[in-house]
T-cell receptor
């Protein structure tokens, strides 16, 4: 079974600084999706960024970017110019593209932004 | 589009009572999912469906049943609620987003307490 590991239960960053959240995963598949979700106190799950494994280029969405290392099975999220609104739980998730339709989530990283 | 909606938003049950959570999506998605979220454990998949009339077990299916009689609805049932089922329940669907990529769309969640 696939597993997703987030080894940082809590992280903090100064406003306007950069922070990187770590995620590793275990799979024997070659084609899959990886995601980062943000969950603010409202509880709503919000997609931050998505990466398809066949794409070598790292995904970026404004201040959010990923460092996707396929061989190392690593998928970290970098948040640049951190803002107070970035404070939330962040979840890494994996979905196989072909064999199987399930999602696997990490246990989350709680990000605090210090003014 | 309403996206993914869940009914109810909150519920308190006594041990042994039964209830059904309703999930509805208006995006014509084939895939639908039920998750539970517990502190420190991220989201865990209970059951999922790959189309009308189909269901499959996820990671933590015990104590739950599901039905997908209509494509737009995915029901999660608790036949005899237990305190261990106290959790926040999320429904989600998987399908094409506006930019023609695929992503998972989440409902707002249901907070269930079993006394």
């Amino acid at each position: 079974a696939q597993t997703v590991t987030q080894s940082q239960p809590e992280m903090s960053v100064q406003e306007a600084e950069t922070v990187t959240l770590s995620c590793t995963y275990d799979t024997s598949e070659s084609d899959y999706y990886l995601f980062w979700y943000k969950q603010p106190p409202s509880r709503q799950m919000i997609l931050v960024i998505r990466q398809e494994a066949y794409k070598q280029q790292n995904a970026t969405e404004n201040r959010f970017s990923v460092n996707f290392q396929k061989a190392a099975k690593s998928f970290s999220l970098k948040i640049s110019d951190s803002q107070l609104g970035d404070a939330a739980m962040y979840f890494c998730a994996y979905r196989n593209s072909n064999t199987g339709n399930q999602f696997y989530f990490g246990t989350g990283t709680s990000l605090t932004v210090i003014p | 589009n309403a996206g993914v909606t869940q009914t109810p938003k909150f519920r308190v049950l006594k041990t042994g009572q039964s209830m059904t959570l309703l999930c509805a999506q208006d995006m014509n998605h084939e895939y639908m999912y039920w998750y539970r979220q517990d502190p420190g454990m991220g989201l865990r998949l209970i059951h999922y469906s790959v189309g009308e009339g189909t269901t499959a077990k996820g990671e933590v299916p015990d104590g739950y049943n599901v039905s997908r009689l209509k494509k737009q609805n995915f029901l999660l049932g608790l036949e005899s609620a237990a305190p261990s089922q106290t959790s926040v329940y999320f429904c989600a669907s998987w399908g094409m987003a506006g930019d023609l990529s695929y992503e998972q769309f989440f409902g707002p969640g249901t907070r269930l307490t079993v006394l």
